[in-house]
């Protein structure tokens, strides 16, 4: 598991490329999660602004207009973002 330092430079490092950005599209690679992921969230967030990224303990909020996407940095997951 990431320390709250690493959550907080994770935070900071991709708040830059991401900010004012659009969202184009989404992937889910893995559907075995401890909750199931609702369909709907991916259309929800297509073309949707992230507004801001805030951090509460080790989770990480995408705020956009709609509401707020809550993620963990678990260890195994990987995130990528294009530009």
């Known amino acids: 598991m990431p320390e709250l330092p690493e959550?907080?430079?994770?935070?900071?490092?991709?708040?830059?490329?991401?900010?004012?950005k659009s969202v184009q599209d989404t992937l889910l690679m893995?559907?075995?999660l401890r909750r199931k992921i609702p369909q709907s969230l991916f259309s929800d967030i297509k073309d949707k602004i992230l507004l801001s990224i805030d951090r509460r303990?080790?989770?990480?909020l995408f705020n956009f207009s709609i509401g707020t996407l809550l993620?963990?940095?678990?260890c195994?997951?990987?995130?990528?973002?294009s530009p």
Not at 7 to 20: Q, Y
Not at 71 to 74: D, K, R, S, V, Y
């Open 7 to 20: 959550v907080e430079t994770s935070r900071k490092g991709i708040s830059p490329h991401l900010i004012n």
């Open 30 to 32: 893995h559907t075995q």
């Open 57 to 60: 303990a080790k989770y990480l």
């Open 71 to 74: 993620i963990h940095l678990a």
């Open 76 to 81: 195994p997951a990987v995130y990528e973002f």
